[in-house]
């Protein structure tokens, strides 16, 4: 039955009991028109039980409806970045399933082009593949802080800094519920590690929570009107965070407002009576670990047990009644009760958009110059490395897409140059199971990963044949570009989970993997021309092969057209503007996570570093790092001149000229920082307050501006409770990274 004949049905249904209740038609419009009074016209017509099956799973990706009152189930699925493959109800993999889709680049590369308007465009092609697989509820974006380059879900998120992961999460929300699918931000809150996920507890000061992990939630929250949020497996300060008293009834749903849904990590719920009091909405996921093979849907915490704690009158039923409304609510604003058209599937359109954030997001770090490669004469270019042959959609954990294609960095650089060079290929080294790199210390988790399952789904040794013959090619070469990195897990195992950049596990180092390292070695002695390009979703330690190299590429996992975007930069198409999104320092024990606080801890975890991660760490501390917060090269120059500063009432004006002072036109990101001179409380010395991404042609200038709110210049003042504005000097500093500010005024506030 189609949504349409539901509500004819529901309203047929209604007429013939004869009552004067409002009839529920489909809504036209989002939000505006959705109405209280039907709301509370079918809440009083549910029975308790009725009201329960909607708070819980029906399958492995729905919540319950009902049937009797024409109310559908919801129908969810991950994200964060392309619809995630078929999994029917039960929870494995439905064969033959149509459910081939657009491979995003992942999280962290979308964050990487510091371009707002991408983020829209990245949503619109989520939502729009998600309402023709009939999904209510996409489960991304993912909006954790990274605090540690150790975590192994980085690829999926965005950034260290909350300013930039708030920013580039609104236009993702908003992208994805035009199309009438609710977005569902993940994973509230402080959940920064896969180490002993389900039970950690995350120790975290109100400070760094204000400042650092709640700022992009409360943004999709007050900017964006998210519909849905994830409430994670952790505990943070004592208490489980999908129900938790402050964060999620004081903070999430009193003081910002949320009219949404809290909706479990699967398996997160893990008490009834604090998920009825303290704002879980729908539980989801627990038959992974209570009945895995055998789901008991009724055995739910918000099932069963809900129902006998509210007959017995230890919680009254108005805290499901809250819950409910909640539910109807997000049913009416999105495709689960109201008409947006179809969607659409693996068009050309989302193709470009793949391909577009892949070519903004890729960064360049270091070129010697000798990109772009640029050759009259027909010269010989060694592709070496496992990575360049790898296709990395299907891995990862939750996150995997069934990738309707995926192209290679081999076969983008065959396709875009394989004309004007001579390309020739070598392995030069393939994955293998190292138990040193394996992280021993995690709980089992749903997938219930064990260290001999991995052994045995990769059981391949380093290869010194391959080597060889890498090094035998690169000899003879003009060009070598290596392209290796991380890999998100091994051929064979389930969830492609053990290494590297993977759900439910953490890296143990950054330590090249694979022989990696001596390989580079191997190549750079042989030939000078070594170009190093790295996959995934950290850096890896560089001191002892970046110096020799002549040029660095990160290109995180760039979704399906990645192998394009890599081979148009590398050959001088597209002229490289992503900007790095964390700091890359050499190794994870220069971070604050490490040094100062700690990474992953036991039962529980210290944020001692409080509110300094990332570059709010290295600034303050004057510490160099390899590359910096916000850097990436371009083949062109940018200068910045002329920066004034005007007052409109409260908000603070910043205008600047920006110029392309080199031969090639392309994209430049400026960056505005700001500094308390002399802060109440230890503040880092700068805070990345707005940035623009702005296409230059040669020679041109462009004025840009910026409006700073008061709340820019604000901390959260841990005494009073409160943000507060200082009567203090301010800097305001702006360039091209973190550590390139070549702008700078003071003003009063
Ligand atoms: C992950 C979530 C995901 C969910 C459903 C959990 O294990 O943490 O991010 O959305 O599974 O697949």
Redo the contacts with the bound molecule.
Sequence with gaps: MNKLSVFFVLLLCITIIGCNRTSIEPQKKISKEISSEKIEDLLQQMTLKEKLTLIHASSS?TSGGIPRLNIPEISMS??PHGV?YEHGRAWSRLENADDKATYLPTGITLASTWNKSLGLQYGRVLGSEAKERNKNII?GP?INIIRSPLNGRNFEYLSEDPYLTAQMAIGYVNGVQENGVAACA??FVANNQETNRSNVDALVSKRALHEIYLPAFKTVVQDANVWSI?GS?NKVNGQFATHHEYLVNSILKNDWGFDGVLIS??ASVKDTKEALLYGTDIE??TELVKSFNNPDYDGFYLADPAEKMIESGEVPESVVDDKVRRILKLMMRSTVLTDYGKGERNTEEHQKTALQVAQEGIILLKNEQILPIKSAEKKTIAVIGHNAIRKFASRG??SQVNALYEVSALEGIQKIAGDKYEIVFSEGYEPYFDENNFRKDNVQ??AQTKVNDVKVAASKKSNQKLVKDAVAIAKKADYVIFVGGWIHGFEGYPWGEGTFDS??RDKVNLKLTFGQEELIQELTKVNKNVISVLYGGSQVEMNNWLPKVKAYIHAWYPGMEGGTALAQILFGEVNPSGKLPVTFANSHNDYPSHKIGEFPGNASVDYKEDIFVGYRYFATENINVPFSFGFGLSYTNFTFSNLKTSKDKTDIIVTCDITNSGKMAGYEVLQLYINQKNPSVKRPKIELKDFEKTWLEPNQTKTISFTLKEDAFKLFNEDLNKWTLENDDYTILIGNSSTFTPLKTTIKL
């Design positions: 990706f991950d994200g995630r489960l993912g993940k994973h994830m497996y990590d699967w989801m996921g954990g939750s988790t749903a759900e439910a």
